[in-house]
């Protein structure tokens, strides 16, 4: 019985919030808790309208804490696919996601919501982090490709994938669904848009190799909504720069590039007081908003994202709804003191309807580094919709 009240009192508090943004009447309010009430009694549960839905999703990314690019929360495009049963069926929903998302170049911001976790019903999780990344490797010379991926890589072998073995190769999608054991599907290379990354000015950059995909599209997040949990709902906007740039290729415990671009710009790295560490990571940044835009492809600046989540601040404010935001991830990983974010402080309290971390749904095989395990851990529960 508890269980139930807590569902309603979740259901309650998001249908009044979600029909008075919506310009629904009390009344109306009303009248559908009490087909809501009736339906925990029987069931355990209640079933989200494609209205309910469609608002609650729309809330759950202007609640998200950790996301600078909250001013376009309402034009969140989002996609019922709550009539997928199988694996087959749910991969077929995520490649027509990942071309509507990704559109050819010109990102819109999608989320695929699949059947909400029921009482006696098998969950469809989605074993990507991403629906597209790139697959790691562990060799006796250290890590090809993605260290992020190592234990999904690992994970996809053991059910027979087999990689090219390249720093950029496309992982396969893992769905497990209806109850069955996960089942494992390659996306076509027509699906999946990637951005080969040059510099403007220096010419020996492209002989790095770098390359990235276009669109982070999240899959192993929950969504809730007015108590109901959907552990299975991919969503994307787009790249901030410095999340390729200043993280996924920076990091050293990612692709670690820093060293190979300060060799390319023969900067002295004998010594910190060079900041050559600096100087290679602007450039690379440069590269990668040049090359996103040379391509065609939607991105972001971290100074014009900046100036962005400002305009989203005063727009709450004038909506008159509290600013929720984690200041440790608002601030952009590159001079984040040139951005008015640094000079300010947020609240960081959970609102609701929101995204959540859920346990990964394979064991690691081995101990990649425990302390680089989580340290990616953590990189991984950041913002949704701007994810490396």
């Not at 999904?152 to 059910?159: L, Q, V």
């Not at 020996?204 to 669109?215: C, D, T």
């Amino acid at each position: 019985m508890e269980v139930k009240q807590q569902l309603l009192h979740e259901a309650e508090q998001f249908i009044y919030t979600c029909y008075e943004e919506l310009g629904r009447s009390r009344d109306e309010a009303e009248a559908r808790l009490l087909n809501i009430r009736y339906d925990i009694e029987a069931t355990g549960t209640y079933d989200h309208t494609y209205e309910e839905l469609e608002h609650g999703a729309l809330m759950a990314w202007r609640n998200s804490n950790r996301c600078i690019g909250r001013l376009f929360w309402d034009k969140l495009l989002v996609r019922d696919a709550r009539g997928a049963s199988d694996a087959t069926e749910v991969v077929s929903e995520l490649l027509e996601h990942i071309r509507i998302g990704t559109n050819g170049g010109k990102i819109k911001p999608t989320l695929t919501v699949f059947r909400a976790s029921k009482p006696g019903q098998p969950n469809i999780r989605i074993w990507n982090h991403q629906l597209i990344r790139y697959a790691g490797y562990e060799t006796d010379q250290g890590i090809i490709g993605e260290p992020a991926s190592v234990d999904f890589t690992n994970a996809c072998k053991d059910m027979g994938w087999q990689g090219a073995m390249t720093p950029f190769d496309i992982l396969p999608l893992v769905v497990e669904a209806g109850g069955r054991s996960p089942e494992l599907f390659d996306i076509p290379e027509h699906l999946v848009m990637e951005v080969a990354i040059e510099h403007p000015e220096l010419s020996g950059f492209a002989s790095l190799g770098l390359r990235w995909y276009a669109v982070p599209m999240i899959a192993d997040m929950t969504l809730e909504i007015g108590g109901i949990i959907y552990t299975a709902a991919p969503f994307n906007g787009w790249y901030m720069g410095t999340e390729i740039g200043a993280r996924n290729f920076a990091d050293t415990f990612r692709y670690n590039m820093l060293p190979q671009v300060a060799k390319l710009m023969g900067l002295d790295t004998t010594s910190e007081t060079t900041l050559w560490r600096d100087r290679a990571l602007v450039e690379l940044n440069i590269a990668v908003l040049h090359s996103f835009k040379k391509a065609g492809v939607s991105i972001v600046d971290h100074h014009t994202a900046a100036a962005q989540f400002k305009l989203f601040e005063e727009r709450e404010a004038t909506a008159g709804r509290a600013l929720t935001g984690n200041w440790t991830w608002l601030i952009p990983p590159l001079s984040p003191a040139t951005t008015h974010i640094f000079h300010s402080s947020y609240d960081n309290r959970l609102v609701k309807p929101n995204f959540g971390v859920q346990d990964k749904p394979y064991t690691s095989r081995q101990a990649t580094s425990t302390a680089t395990d989580t340290v990616l851990q953590q990189k991984r529960q950041g913002c949704p919709f701007h994810s490396g």
